[in-house]
């Protein structure tokens, strides 16, 4: 029997439990989970102790940790040392970004597209390929001994990074997507923990709940993660490895500074921590930063594709692995995709080595600074974060109103943009945010649209 009387304690659940069902840490977290989806604990809400729900139950310690754990492992919960046990705010949030159709009668603004500046001269590179004699083998399996110079090509794209890497170390993955899965699956094992910014990359989320990966926020200074805290997080809460976007953060817009690119890369050697360092933003900026892999290259797991560049559909990713970690990560790739389209694979190479690469990326760019001078003109009474080469924005919200709400609003109103509630991470709070894309709509004159509604709501809540 419990040793205490609850009859008038304040506690945040107070589960009531059939104890014939067995096992009972199942029962018990079957039940946290349902309370979860139906609101009865809400986002945000610090659990009781775990010895104080054990007393409360009549049951074992251990019981209630196996239940908490197993909600933990499906992201429901989120636990830090000497902080306690949380509902995660994202354990309800929608972490897919792109629809399984296009949304009719919204303006698109929260996928982060290109322009389709680079779609004709691609076709006819596309076409060139299928009009050689061999075109055949573009249909074919590919082999990576057939491939030496697409990964040539590879060397030369990552290079613009300020990152010098060999074809020994590239492996190809079908999107960076893919890729992030395959060093999770090939890096981690159930339980394992990975720290990443209070915000980050919904897929990424998605990825570490598929493999029972646990994501551990790291806190930030001025949008950038803090080492300090890293290093907290490598001491104190067992973290494996790290995921960034150094480049245009996703979604805060923000870049890593090249101070903190050394120190997360010294921490990162002196854990001996992997780091999975997302480039998929680099080629944006004409004069990037140089990589964090370029600091600790033993380390860092460097992941650069076209999609967000040149054109979504090429979907197809450069991979720059640490001699560490190809042998895991190859398998890994091999069991997920068997191989990558040779036809995309030749395309990008092409693409990469040709004489318009340079004429295609620079296209893309004052079509883009065009497109953000037009937002930052809408936006001018307002807190929108990044810059004119980046193809989303991070708008803050005045008042009160939370980015959930604002998005519903906007939908309303025929506009989709994706709020903070979708990017937040474990017990993090979600900024009063939403990220606004800059080339996803069509034309420029749908842009203005988009941005008119959204700046009458803005001017509306101010």
């Not at 008038?8 to 977290?29: E, G, H, Q």
């Not at 994501?215 to 290093?231: G, H, R, T």
């Not at 900024?431 to 894309?437: G, I, Q, Y």
Request: aromatic fraction near 8%.
């Amino acid at each position: 029997m419990p040793i205490n009387s609850f009859d008038n304690y304040p506690m945040s659940w107070k589960p009531v439990l059939d104890k014939t069902n067995k096992p009972i840490y199942k029962a018990l977290a079957e039940q946290l989970e349902r309370d979860i989806i139906h609101g009865v604990i809400i986002p945000g809400t610090k659990l009781p102790p775990q010895r104080e729900l054990a007393d409360y139950l009549d049951l074992n310690v251990s019981t209630i940790s196996k239940a908490f754990k197993v909600c933990e492992l499906k992201g429901l919960l989120s636990a830090s040392v000497g902080s306690g046990t949380y509902v995660s705010y994202d354990a309800l949030s929608n972490a897919y970004l792109l629809e399984d159709t296009e949304p009719k009668h919204l303006i698109e603004m929260g996928a982060t597209l290109p322009d389709d500046t680079s779609y004709e001269p691609l076709l006819l590179q596309l076409k060139a390929m299928l009009q050689e004699s061999d075109y055949e083998k573009w249909f074919s399996y590919g082999r990576s001994g057939e491939s030496l110079w697409q990964k040539d090509a590879a060397v030369q794209l990552i290079k613009r990074s300020g990152f010098e890497t060999s074809v020994e170390r590239i492996l190809f993955a079908n999107g960076g997507q893919n890729a992030i899965a395959a060093a999770l699956a090939s890096l981690c094992k159930p339980g394992d923990r990975i720290g990443v910014d209070l915000h980050t990359y919904p897929g990424l989320k998605t990825v570490a709940a598929m493999l029972s990966v646990q994501i551990v926020p790291i806190k930030s200074e001025n949008y950038e993660m803090s080492p300090e805290s890293l290093e907290y997080a490598c001491k104190n809460e067992n973290i494996k490895g790290v995921y960034l976007i150094p480049d245009y953060h996703n979604p805060t817009a923000s870049f890593l500074s090249m101070e903190k690119r050394k120190k997360i890369a010294e921490i990162a050697k002196k854990y001996n921590l992997f780091v999975i360092e997302d480039a998929s933003y680099h080629l944006l900026n004409e004069d990037p930063m140089p990589a964090l892999a370029s600091f600790a290259p033993e380390q860092v797991i460097h992941i650069a594709s076209l999609s967000k560049s040149l054109a979504p559909g090429l979907r197809l990713a450069y991979v720059a692995v640490p001699g560490q970690f190809k042998e895991q990560l190859s398998k890994a790739l091999y069991n997920l995709n068997i191989t990558v389209s040779p036809l995309l694979a030749e395309l990008s190479a092409r693409t990469i080595v040709s004489n318009q690469f340079e004429v295609l990326v620079d296209n893309h760019r004052q079509q883009t600074i065009c497109r953000n001078q037009i937002i930052n003109e809408y936006f001018k009474d307002y807190t929108c974060l990044g810059n004119d080469t980046g193809i989303f924005r991070w708008l803050l919200l005045p008042g009160t109103i939370t980015g959930g709400t604002f998005e519903t609003l906007a939908a309303k109103q025929g506009v989709q943009v994706y709020a903070a509630d979708r990017f937040v991470v474990g017990n993090s709070s979600p900024e009063r945010a939403v990220r606004v894309s800059v080339c996803a709509p069509n034309t420029m004159e749908e842009l203005e649209q988009g941005l008119a509604i959204l700046k009458n709501l803005l001017d509306k809540i101010k």
